[in-house]
């Protein structure tokens, strides 16, 4: 098959995006003077893009695939084929949130409040369209960044923009007064790419193992020895995505057992297993879990 093009998001999402990919199978090395990294895929050619481009290079046929925000796909009204949502970040695996923020000490507490008011925003056209839906008007301009300074400089009265942890909104002394807009990434396809079968085929692919290696994220692998007078009540404590694997030792007193559990219950579990009579209990990170 010829070439697949794919977009990688330049900006605050290329290092976790890089990194996915490596614990998905592929390494990718940038170049410190062109965005056309290396890929380690003899049928895969990359380049580096802004996030809000990628949608329409990818309707254009520019890419063939890549990966950007729902938000940007809204935003450019870009006619792709959504192949997934990848939920990862730099911050956390959440959604993010496009959220209406004003100042602390305003009087506005909810969005009818702003009739009238100017509003800033890198995301025009969902920022107009939610206002037109609500039939309150108001004026909009565009922000090429800081936009959480422009309520604090006055030159707007409200902000629409995107947060995951509301740290830099509460570090201007800002106040979100509703919720707009659910975001997170989406690896995204061409139309005309997805409807080749050999090009489909490689989407299909980096897909599956990019949601591999996001699902082994939360999941580690528990292992251990136990003694067959305690299999049973070993065995209740574990939970598994189908059941533990349960292999009789050479000494038939005992056996191995193997599972793969969330990373959060490990804390309590570990505890609990070594109380019930569990031995050799080992824990290892997950890349992939399909």
Known sequence: MSLLKLGLPKGSLEEPTIDLFARAGWKVRRHPRNYFPDIDDPEITARLCRVQEIPLYVQDGVMDAGLSGKDWVAETGADVHVVSDLCYSRATSRPARWVLAV????????????????????LMGVTRAYFDKLGIPVTISHSWGATEAKVVEGLADAIMEVTETETTIRAHNLRIIAEVFSTNTVFIANKAAWNDPEKRRKIEQIDLLLQGALRAEELVCLKLNAPASQLDAILDLLPALNSPTVSPLRNASWYS???????????????????????????YALNKVI
């Open 257 to 283: 057992v193997e599972t793969v559990v969330n990373v959060r219950l490990v804390r309590d579990l570990i505890p609990s297993l070594r109380n019930a009579g569990a031995e050799g209990i080992l824990e």
């Open 103 to 122: 100042a602390g000490d305003s009087p506005y507490q909810k969005p009818e409040d702003l009739r009238g008011k100017r509003i800033a925003t890198e």
